[in-house]
Nanobody, 127 residues
């Protein structure tokens, strides 16, 4: 399993942008499907975005399509989440995760035996 460390969260006004970063340890980063998830207060953790090992394929939950962009730099062992046009409903703790597999229903989730989670970074969007 890899170690994941997120950064880039903060407090912004509605309509602003933020870029989250997630740095991974280990030498097999480029072989993992990576992703971002979030958990708002009182809700369960939900899938936000995923990216293939090469970066050529991405997937998003419907609520962020057209506003969020996931990308990765395998030379830096880093995955990013560019968040534009932020809304108050985007307020949540955002988590990076590794070794995702597709789930029934169209989302993704880390493999139970080999996936990893970061510690999370808080994003707060004020109206």
């Amino acid at each position: 399993q890899v170690q994941l460390v997120e950064s880039g969260g903060g407090l912004v006004q509605a309509g602003a942008s933020l870029r989250l970063s997630c740095v991974a340890s280990g030498r097999t980063f480029s072989s993992y499907v990576m992703g971002w998830f979030r958990r708002a207060p009182g809700t369960e953790r939900e899938f936000v975005a995923a990216i293939s090992g090469s970066g050529g394929i991405t997937d998003y939950t419907d609520s962020v399509k057209g506003r969020f962009t996931i990308s990765r730099d395998n030379a830096k062992n880093t995955v990013y989440l560019q968040m534009n046009s932020l809304k108050p409903e985007d307020t949540a703790v955002y988590y990076c995760a590794s070794d995702l597999r597709p789930r029934y229903g169209g989302s993704w989730w880390p493999r139970a035996d080999s996936g990893s989670w970061g510690q999370g970074t808080q994003v707060t969007v004020s109206s």
